[in-house]
């Protein structure tokens, strides 16, 4: 049983489309994230959702717009996908926010590259 | 502000070495939580401890150990004995309560057989 599962693990697109990447968390959790890896590695917070209500909204271009439908579900929208977007996006889940749990779960990540 | 820095980017040792992966954050809070994570060659993040502010007590699980050190504001990882299956990059992070993790760079630590 997977905690957290993104769909898909890899996604190729072309410059200009529009994308999805799916999260599913089954464990019970309140609050959800998106995370963006770089090419150098930097992992670095984009969006955090506690029980559907969107919480932080990093200094993200507006293309890219997370949808949680309910506490389970992160999902990650983006919008006229440019070359910088290529990177590996993670969504991660915790009980409470950072802060007050014992550890975060994330999902095995999702490698975008746009061409 | 708020920062974590890994000075190390590549270690490389040989098995059966210990090694340290050094970790040293900035923060003004008084409360705050340390974590460590694991990134393998398949790429997932792998929880491996975390701390809070107020618990400097060393930590050892198995071959891992950590050492957190409020006065000089580190929280370094030492993993004993190496294998060829701890080669990954591993994340230091800091959470100050504001429900997002600010990790540091990275470390990539290669065992060779």
């Known amino acids: 049983d997977t905690a957290v599962s993104q769909t898909p693990k890899y996604l190729v697109t072309q410059m200009g489309n529009d994308k999805s990447i799916k999260c599913e968390q089954n464990l019970g959790h309140d609050t959800m994230y998106w995370y963006k890896q770089d090419s150098k590695k930097f992992l670095k917070i984009m969006f955090s959702?506690?029980?559907?209500?969107?919480?932080i909204n990093e200094t993200v271009p507006n293309r890219f717009s997370p949808k949680s439908p309910d506490k389970a579900h992160l999902n990650l929208h983006i919008n006229s996908l440019e070359l910088g977007d290529s990177a590996v996006y993670f969504c991660?889940?915790?009980?409470?926010?950072?802060?007050?749990?014992?550890?975060?779960?994330f999902g095995q990540g999702t490698r975008l590259t746009v061409v | 502000a708020q920062k974590v820095t890994q000075a190390q980017t590549e270690i490389s040792v040989v098995e059966k070495e210990d090694v340290t992966l050094d970790c040293v954050y900035e923060t003004r809070d008084t409360t705050y939580y340390l974590f460590w994570y694991k990134q393998p060659p398949s790429g997932e993040l792998v929880f491996l401890i975390r701390?809070?502010?107020?618990?400097?007590q060393n930590e050892i699980s198995g071959r891992y150990s950590w050492n957190f050190q409020k006065s000089t504001s580190s929280f370094n990882f030492t993993i004993t004995a190496s294998q060829v299956v701890d080669s990954a990059v591993y994340f230091c992070?800091?959470?100050?309560?504001?429900?997002?993790?600010?990790f540091g760079q990275g470390t990539t630590l290669q065992v060779k057989p």
């Open positions: 959702y506690n029980n559907k209500e969107l919480i």
């Open positions: 991660a889940s915790s009980q409470g926010d950072f802060g007050a749990l014992t550890e975060a779960f």
């Open positions: 701390r809070n502010s107020f618990d400097e």
């Open positions: 992070a800091l959470n100050y309560n504001t429900g997002k993790l600010i």
